[in-house]
């Protein structure tokens, strides 16, 4: 089979692909409590449309009580060839605060830089319809794919994958499949093909301090009444150091120092201060904490990020003390951390620090492990050629800080098959925050490259 020949059908289809991502990115389809439920069926359901129409069979829904639903299809006429599963999903986080979009997040909107802008359009639909658009250039130039291909489109992982355990245990046979793709990483600068080979682990807790059971004038009774929002800012100020270091007791104990080969493999992407600066648009002056390359920080070091907190807010700030005030904590985890216990010891902290006599209520939330494999044998060396050959580039493999939970019980479940974990983002994609944005040059490049790959592996 030619890949020539696919490779020119994607070039001369291109636009109606990225029609696809454009019409996947208008639906709302927010997983997190609070957002209706409705428009993530509507986008499994147009997920289930697209896979029809780019030429994928026994396409349906997969549901389970009180879970978003996975999309599933498949294509499986080349007899005797591997089996690769491909992964995406058509969940989005919530669009964040509207007042700083520079166009509405669910009209996906091309700007003068060259990028196309929505909640969604990198993180994770552009996975999807990368996938989409080398089934479909195969298909359409050729008639067939060279290896049998199977595609499942999660619908709930920005929430957590809290129902995966259950849908593992109902499908497993159907999703067996010998090498893994999930599309839902990035790349480490805009057109550097890269394969993530380690995920951060991560796990939450919430804190809510009240000392009362109403809002008090801060005129007639502020001085002798403890200030719940200054009980939980003593509260935070205690888990770093002056240094920005976890000061959370026990955080460190196991965590897996990197090889000398990591770190001659890391020293070679060639990361300085003004390009580190440049990707996360870091204020002026605003110090990078940790030692070193900030990557090995990111990707082999634990973080405790303060992702919300609430007490009034603008708009209602009055006068007061307030009776309560809340905040979410995460910890990103690293080889060779234990989940549990690192939240255990999080809760331990915070019972400590509580000042003033203070009610505290401490609940633990979810706590996913971390993720990482060995980039060696032949099919990383197959992904290595069709990356490398997709974007013009020598492909580089990485660590990476976020969290896929989908990835270590997915690959236990498929009895270790190899995992490649692919990027549509890239370091300005700003995935999660407002102007979330992806460049065409890396969707180009992971399409591209996924239609080498399915011939690599076929071979």
Same mark, same amino acid.
């Given at each position: 089979?030619?890949?020539?020949?696919?490779?020119?059908?994607?070039?001369?289809?291109?636009?109606?692909?990225?029609?696809?991502?454009?019409?996947?990115?208008?639906?709302?389809?927010?997983?997190?409590? /609070?957002?209706?439920?409705?428009?993530?069926?509507?986008?499994?359901?147009?997920?289930?449309?697209?896979?029809?129409?780019?030429?994928?069979?026994?396409?349906?829904?997969?549901?389970?009580?009180?879970?978003?639903?996975?999309?599933?299809?498949?294509?499986?006429? &080349?007899?005797?060839?591997?089996?690769?599963?491909?992964?995406?999903?058509?969940?989005?986080?919530?669009?964040?605060?509207?007042?700083?979009? @520079?166009?509405?997040?669910?009209?996906?909107?091309?700007?003068?830089?060259?990028?196309?802008?929505?909640?969604?359009?990198?993180?994770?639909?552009?996975?999807?319809?990368?996938?989409?658009? !080398?089934?479909?250039?195969?298909?359409?130039?050729?008639?067939?794919?060279?290896?049998?291909?199977?595609?499942?489109?999660?619908?709930?992982?920005?929430?957590?994958?809290?129902?995966?355990?259950?849908?593992?245990?109902?499908?497993?046979?159907?999703?067996?499949?010998?090498?893994?793709?999930?599309?839902?990483?990035?790349?480490?600068?805009?057109?550097?093909?890269?394969?993530?080979?380690?995920?951060?682990?991560?796990?939450?807790?919430?804190?809510?301090?009240?000392?009362?059971?109403?809002?008090?004038?801060?005129?007639?009774? /502020?001085?002798?009444?403890?200030?719940?929002?200054?009980?939980?800012?003593?509260?935070?100020?205690?888990?770093?150091?002056?240094?920005?270091?976890?000061?959370?007791? *026990?955080?460190?104990?196991?965590?897996?120092?990197?090889?000398?080969?990591?770190? !001659?493999?890391?020293?070679?992407?060639?990361?300085?201060?003004?390009?580190?600066?440049?990707?996360?648009?870091?204020?002026?002056?605003?110090?990078?904490?940790?030692?070193?390359?900030?990557?090995?920080?990111?990707?082999?070091?634990? $973080?405790?990020?303060?992702?919300?907190?609430?007490?009034?807010?603008?708009?209602?700030?009055?006068?007061?003390?307030?009776? $309560?005030?809340? &905040?979410?904590?995460?910890?990103?985890?690293?080889?060779?951390?234990?989940? @549990?216990?690192?939240?255990?010891?999080?809760?331990?902290?915070?019972?400590?620090?509580?000042?003033?006599?203070?009610?505290?209520?401490?609940?633990?939330?979810?706590?996913?492990?971390?993720?990482?494999?060995?980039?060696?044998?032949?099919?990383?060396?197959?992904?290595?050629?069709?990356?490398?050959?997709?974007?013009?580039?020598?492909?580089?493999?990485? *660590?990476?800080?976020?969290?896929?939970?989908?990835? *270590?019980?997915?690959?236990?479940?498929?009895?270790?098959?190899?995992?490649?974990?692919?990027?549509?983002?890239?370091?300005?994609?700003?995935?999660?925050?407002?102007?979330? $944005?992806?460049?065409?040059?890396?969707?180009?490049?992971?399409?591209?490259?996924?239609?080498?790959?399915?011939?690599?592996?076929?071979?």
């Amino acid at each position: 089979m030619s890949v020539a020949d696919a490779l020119s059908h994607y070039d001369a289809h291109r636009a109606r692909h990225y029609e696809d991502l454009k019409t996947l990115v208008r639906i709302p389809s927010v997983s997190f409590d /609070g957002f209706p439920p409705a428009e993530v069926v509507r986008s499994a359901e147009a997920v289930a449309t697209l896979l029809r129409s780019r030429g994928l069979e026994n396409v349906k829904l997969l549901t389970l009580p009180g879970a978003h639903p996975y999309v599933y299809g498949d294509w499986l006429h &080349a007899p005797g060839r591997p089996t690769i599963l491909l992964y995406a999903h058509h969940d989005v986080q919530p669009p964040g605060d509207a007042s700083l979009w @520079k166009s509405p997040p669910f009209e996906p909107t091309e700007r003068s830089d060259g990028r196309i802008y929505g909640r969604g359009i990198a993180d994770d639909k552009a996975g999807i319809v990368a996938h989409t658009a !080398a089934i479909s250039s195969w298909l359409g130039a050729v008639g067939a794919l060279p290896l049998n291909v199977k595609v499942i489109i999660e619908g709930e992982e920005e929430c957590g994958s809290s129902h995966l355990e259950e849908f593992l245990k109902g499908h497993r046979e159907l999703l067996q499949a010998d090498v893994m793709v999930l599309a839902d990483a990035g790349n480490v600068d805009t057109g550097l093909p890269t394969l993530t080979i380690s995920l951060r682990g991560l796990c939450l807790v919430e804190v809510e301090v009240r000392s009362l059971d109403h809002a008090l004038h801060s005129g007639m009774w /502020g001085g002798p009444v403890p200030d719940p929002v200054a009980a939980l800012s003593k509260m935070i100020a205690s888990l770093h150091d002056a240094s920005g270091r976890i000061a959370v007791p *026990g955080m460190y104990d196991r965590v897996r120092p990197m090889t000398e080969a990591e770190k !001659a493999d890391l020293d070679r992407l060639g990361v300085t201060e003004e390009l580190f600066r440049k990707q996360t648009q870091m204020v002026p002056g605003a110090q990078i904490l940790g030692e070193g390359n900030p990557y090995a920080t990111i990707w082999r070091q634990p $973080s405790l990020t303060i992702n919300a907190m609430q007490a009034s807010s603008r708009e209602q700030a009055r006068n007061i003390v307030c009776d $309560s005030a809340w &905040a979410r904590i995460t910890v990103r985890l690293v080889p060779d951390q234990r989940p @549990k216990e690192i939240q255990e010891n999080l809760i331990a902290h915070l019972r400590r620090q509580i000042p003033w006599g203070v009610q505290a209520d401490i609940r633990p939330g979810g706590a996913e492990s971390w993720w990482m494999t060995e980039p060696g044998g032949p099919v990383f060396e197959k992904a290595r050629r069709a990356f490398s050959a997709g974007y013009g580039k020598e492909t580089v493999f990485v *660590g990476c800080g976020g969290s896929i939970p989908f990835v *270590g019980p997915f690959s236990e479940a498929l009895g270790g098959a190899p995992a490649l974990l692919i990027g549509v983002e890239d370091p300005y994609t700003n995935a999660h925050g407002e102007n979330e $944005s992806l460049s065409p040059v890396d969707f180009d490049g992971a399409v591209r490259s996924s239609i080498r790959l399915f011939h690599e592996l076929a071979a």
